[in-house]
């Protein structure tokens, strides 16, 4: 396949963790956004597609580990911060055009991040065509843990067609990909 527009970004002071834009279509950046939590950033690009102008908003917000290293504290304590870096990064998106935000919220469906976009007008794609397909696994001590901490949310303008879960490769984190029409 060949991409009109390849793009990454490396977190400064993060090990991995960076982000990417692989597109068929020409796109420019509006926005990148430093994180003020110390983890990850976040990064708005604008994509010249057949259903018009489309911005997406990538994100990979704060794992559920505290400060100190613990999953047990970080999974109670830092639901707060993956809303405020959304908060942050979300000032930074045009109103006017229709909205993607997609990749890594360390968060389930039911969470505050998700939540707090859904009362932004934007929808879960990944629930309306399948309820149950994890996002991420990791092996702890023999056993198999797997989560789904991946979502792509759109704005009210779009009309998703297809999302699924692609359950292959050698990450942690499996690809979910969807696809979108205008209204």
């Excluded at 982000?19 to 950033?41: C, H, I, M, N, Q």
């Excluded at 639901?79 to 360390?106: C, H, Q, T, W």
């Excluded at 797997?146 to 879960?165: F, G, P, W």
Aim: overall charge positive; some cysteine; glycine content about 8%.
């Amino acid at each position: 396949a060949e991409f009109r527009f390849v793009a990454f970004r490396e977190s400064e002071g993060r090990m991995g963790g960076g982000l990417a834009f692989l597109s068929k279509v020409p796109a420019r950046e509006v926005a990148y956004v430093r994180s003020e939590t110390g983890w990850f950033d976040g990064w708005i690009v604008q994509f010249e597609t057949r259903l018009g102008p489309v911005q997406v908003l990538n994100v990979h917000l704060r794992p559920p580990v505290s400060d100190r290293g613990s999953w047990v504290s970080g999974y109670l304590g830092t639901r707060d911060d993956r809303v405020s870096e959304m908060e942050r990064f979300y000032k930074n998106v045009k109103p006017s055009i229709p909205l993607i935000v997609a990749g890594d919220f360390n968060d389930l469906e039911n969470s505050q991040v998700v939540n707090w976009l859904q009362n932004r007008g934007l929808t879960n794609a990944l629930p309306q065509f399948d309820r149950s397909s994890p996002t991420w696994r990791w092996k702890y001590r023999g056993i198999k843990l797997s989560r789904r901490m991946d979502h792509i949310m759109y704005s009210q303008e779009l009309y998703c067609a297809n999302t699924k879960v692609i359950l292959q490769g050698p990450s942690d984190h499996f690809p979910v990909v969807a696809t979108f029409r205008k209204k």
